[in-house]
């Protein structure tokens, strides 16, 4: 059982840098993996960013070199950095959590936050 709650959402313009954040609850004798994720209206869910209890991370192509996922657990918190941003990244963002796995881009997960929504501006 993982409570999450997205936060750090907000409108920019084209080529800004936003930093979401995810608090998720603590539980120090469970490992599992987590995700960012976002879902524009109309279009399907999409993987963003994961990161692995052992600190491994994946990103979707579309992303790379512009977002860095990170985790800090002593305050169990994920955290997504995004730079250079563009229209195209408007989206709802969601961080989510599922049974740990050595790749978090493969995991299966079932735990969902309500969402912060990002809005880039031409």
């Known amino acids: 059982q993982v409570q999450l709650v997205e936060s750090g959402g907000g409108s920019v313009q084209a080529g800004g840098s936003l930093r979401l954040?995810?608090?998720?609850?603590?539980?120090?004798y469970s490992t599992f993996c987590l995700g960012w994720f976002r879902q524009a209206p109309g279009k399907?869910?999409?993987?963003?960013?994961?990161?692995?209890?052992?600190?491994?991370?994946?990103?979707?192509?579309?992303?790379?070199g512009r977002?860095?996922?990170?985790k800090d657990s002593a305050k169990n918190t994920l955290y997504l950095?995004?730079?250079s941003l563009?229209?195209?990244?408007?989206?709802?963002?969601?961080?989510?959590?599922?049974?740990?796995?050595?790749?978090?881009?493969?995991?299966?997960y079932g735990y969902w936050g309500q969402g912060t929504r990002v809005t880039v501006s031409s």
């Open 67 to 70: 977002f860095t996922i990170s």
């Open 44 to 64: 399907e869910r999409e993987g963003v960013a994961h990161i692995s209890y052992t600190g491994v991370t994946n990103y979707a192509n579309s992303v790379k």
């Open 21 to 28: 954040s995810c608090a998720y609850s603590e539980d120090k």
């Open 81 to 83: 950095q995004m730079i």
């Open 86 to 108: 563009k229209p195209e990244d408007t989206a709802m963002y969601y961080c989510a959590a599922g049974p740990a796995l050595s790749v978090c881009s493969g995991a299966r």
